[in-house]
């Protein structure tokens, strides 16, 4: 089932050609975004949308510099490290940075790991600006003490080196993912949630796309070929059967590079980039990236037997066999973050 492109009525002031031609223009890149990872009539997954403006990153451990995000109506507990009576601040980021501030260690869990702030002037009252700095007793399950409307804080994760990574498990291997809770916080929130369920019945890759002659082997884009297809990735779906998904809200959408795991829209479709894809700008909300030393399992993924299909009037590469995933924790050493990955 494809999405229609509008097409834009004559201009009849010449002061609105300019515009016309701009919206025209954002048009196409949104369709063909929008098409190049949306599945055909015949498929099962829903429907999604190409997202917009978020901030770059950097590698595995520098993806979400520049984020500082929170969620809103949420207040984690934990052991105070900063009480917020005496700790106060203006906004929620400067709360955030003041978490990663204690976080900057090149080794080893961060001394704060969490964070709550209050920052509706008129809801907070007495309490408006406090910032209370808290250490976590495991980083994937942290505490809550409320959630809701009626909840005045606003609250946000740190994962520190060696922190925050969980396992895509595949009969291929483990794909281990460091989250980004600092630039995707709803997003995280899911996948943590997720964990809980102890199992992920329904979640899959269907659609396996290598880097053909357009990219090379370290993702970079070949000069003077096309940008797909093929596309570069391997796509799927984490909604476990038998749950109600609920759409993500837009995040921080950090630049598609080689590893990047990526919400489709509002999810629970995704995928993991197996290139760096400049040119798709900030379109797909960015929550985690694979650990550089898995992506030869992304890539012989990428490599399974697959038959072509259309999708929108864009070749895809459909897998014969679609390949189960479940979820797990994944227990890690405090030092380099690419050598001392292990399992539960």
């Not at 993912?177 to 997720?194: G, N, Q, R, T």
């Not at 749950?243 to 990047?260: D, H, N, Q, V």
Request: some cysteine.
């Amino acid at each position: 089932m494809g999405r229609k492109q509008n097409d834009s009525e004559p201009a009849h002031y010449t002061s609105l050609i300019l515009l016309s031609v701009v919206l025209i223009s954002c048009a196409v890149v949104y369709t063909f975004l929008s098409v190049v990872l949306r599945p055909g009539r015949t498929s099962s997954v829903s429907e999604f949308e190409s997202l917009g403006l978020g901030q770059e990153g950097g590698g595995v451990e520098g993806e979400s510099v520049g984020c500082c995000r929170g969620i809103e109506n949420l207040e984690l507990w934990g052991n105070a490290v900063k009480w917020g009576s005496e700790f106060k601040f203006n906004s929620s980021e400067q709360c955030c940075k003041a978490c990663k501030a204690m976080c900057s260690g090149s080794d080893g869990p961060c001394l704060c790991d969490s964070w709550v702030f209050c920052g509706n002037r008129e809801a907070c009252g007495q309490k408006f600006g406090e910032c209370w700095l808290k250490k976590q007793k495991d980083t994937l399950a942290p505490e809550r003490q409320d959630m809701g409307q009626k909840v005045i804080w606003t609250s946000g994760l740190i994962f520190g080196k060696g922190e925050g990574i969980v396992g895509l498990e595949t009969e291929y291997g483990t794909l281990h993912i460091k989250l980004f809770p600092d630039c995707a916080p709803h997003s995280v929130l899911y996948i943590l949630e997720l964990l809980t369920l102890r199992h992920c019945a329904g979640c899959k890759f269907y659609r396996a796309e290598t880097r053909g002659h357009s990219w090379d082997s370290d993702g970079n884009h070949i000069k003077n070929t096309p940008f797909g297809p093929p596309f570069a990735l391997i796509q799927g779906t984490l909604e476990p059967l038998g749950t109600t998904f609920k759409r993500i809200p837009t995040e921080a959408c950090p630049i598609i590079r080689r590893g990047s795991v990526a919400w489709i829209g509002s999810g629970p479709e995704f995928f993991i980039s197996l290139a760096n894809h400049q040119e798709w700008k900030n379109a797909y909300t960015v929550f985690g990236s694979v650990l550089p030393e898995d992506m030869e399992i992304a890539e012989r993924i990428a490599q399974l037997p697959s038959k072509p299909d259309v999708w929108n009037n864009i070749n895809v590469s459909v897998m014969e066999k679609p390949v189960s995933l479940s979820l797990r924790r994944i227990k890690t050493s405090n030092g380099d973050l690419n050598r001392n990955v292990g399992s539960n």
